[in-house]
């Protein structure tokens, strides 16, 4: 299966997760797991919550921001990989003065 990100329709997603502002995406779900292409603007965030099934990767595509994982600060940019592994906690901010492009692979284990 090929998933076209370039011709995919997005949708806004307000204090997704309870972050601030909102998500703009493009997601795919098969009934187990889920990708989508997100754009995060400045000052937005996905809210911080446990993965208790699953886990989350994010690879950054444009910008700079920040995740919180069990309570520790990692900067993110272009071409980082966030790893969040099954029973933890995370929140994706931007941080940057531009918007924060990536996409995200979430696995159910």
């Known amino acids: 299966m090929v998933i076209d990100y370039k011709s995919a329709k997005f949708e806004d997603f307000p204090n997704f997760k309870g972050g601030e ?20 603007e400045n000052g937005a965030s996905i809210g911080l919550h446990r993965h208790e099934t699953s886990c989350e990767m994010i690879y950054v595509i444009e910008g700079e921001g920040n995740v919180i994982i069990e309570g520790k600060s ?19 901010i931007n941080s940057g003065n531009n918007p924060l492009k990536f996409i995200a692979f979430i696995a159910e284990q």
């Open 21 to 40: 502002k909102k998500l703009t995406a493009s997601m795919f779900f098969d009934g187990k797991c889920r990708m989508f292409q997100g754009v995060l």
């Open 74 to 92: 990692e900067n993110v940019s272009a071409g980082c990989l966030h790893y969040c592994p099954k029973g933890a906690e995370h929140t994706l």
